[in-house]
């Protein structure tokens, strides 16, 4: 059961944190916790009713960003310039973060490994 908790907790740290401090950095209004849940919400919801309902994947992509980015300017009061900045920079940060818990959460590695690649360094690749 603890660990059911504690893999629910990073879960929704690495879903709403990256959103949130994104936001916060490029001066939205509203940051708050059930702010950001309601735009991932939004999002994914938007997500799935574009792969529905859309058949072509790359309209689909484009149109549920610069739907998602309306939803974010709505709700964190924010331009949409800076909306669409916010989904972007997140959505990478993201990305980096679930990599990075994957890898260290991963099946066989050695220490110079992890090492690496927290380091940030070209030539992790070769560790």
Known sequence: MLQFLTLLIVIIAAAVFPL?????AL????????????V????????????TLIGNDTVAFVL????????????????YAKAMLISVVSTVITIV???????????KHNAA?????LMGSPFS???
Do not use: H, P, Y
């Open 20 to 24: 949130m401090l994104t936001a916060r």
């Open 27 to 38: 001066g939205a209004e509203r940051t708050g916790f059930w702010w950001v849940v309601l």
């Open 40 to 51: 991932l919400v939004l999002q994914s919801a938007l997500s799935k009713a574009g792969d």
């Open 64 to 79: 549920v960003f610069l739907v998602g980015a309306l939803a974010i300017k709505l709700a964190f009061v924010t331009t």
């Open 97 to 107: 973060c679930w990599l990075l818990l994957i890898k260290l959460l991963g099946g």
């Open 113 to 117: 490994e992890e090492a690496a690649m």
């Open 125 to 127: 690749c070769l560790a």
